[in-house]
């Protein structure tokens, strides 16, 4: 036992000195690195000010955009129209189950399925009228996410 105690003893120290002396011959340090990366020059870390700047750039464009987007009241009256509506893109069961939850407890579960689209679950509401589309409204001020839109086809369909 000693033996093997001591053999491994050696063997560690003498890959240990190894390493200090000069260690494996291909090893590339950071400058290396940096040698290797394709267009170097092209990369540098932001400062406070150019993420400022940045951020500045993308709300104009923001703001452009949103000036130059048709307005969209129109489909806002086709869902207050609608006898079917869908709630979101939950990206699974569980996070619909929160909004689920709220419908239950405004009387709209037993009127409440779910669908599969795309990988995303959405949630369905039938026989909508405009009191429940009221209350679902005020429900979705608290998943700012979510959008209320007329159902994709048929209710009975999935």
């Keep these: 036992m000693k033996a093997l105690f001591l053999a491994l003893l050696a063997a560690n120290l003498a890959i240990g000195i190894w390493l200090l002396l000069g260690g494996p011959t291909d090893t590339v ?26 951020r500045g750039q993308a709300e104009r464009k923001a703001a452009v955009a949103a000036a130059a987007a048709p307005r969209t ?19 699974s069961e569980s996070a619909a189950g929160k909004v689920r939850g709220r419908l239950a407890d405004i009387g709209l579960g037993d009127r409440t399925s779910s669908i599969t689209v795309e990988h995303a679950t959405r949630l369905r509401i039938s026989r909508l009228d405009a009191a429940a589309k009221l209350q679902i409204d005020k429900i979705l ?15 009975g369909a999935h």
Excluded at 40 to 53: E, M, N, S
Excluded at 141 to 155: G, H, I, N, V, Y
């Design 73 to 91: 009241d129109a489909p806002a009256a086709n869902v207050a129209a609608a006898s079917c509506v869908e709630i979101g893109d939950f990206p």
């Design 141 to 155: 001020k608290d998943f700012p996410k979510q959008q209320l839109e007329r159902c994709t086809d048929a209710p």
């Design 29 to 54: 340090r950071e400058p290396g690195r940096v040698d290797l990366q394709i267009d170097p020059d092209r990369f540098h870390v932001l400062t406070d000010a150019d993420l400022a700047r940045l």
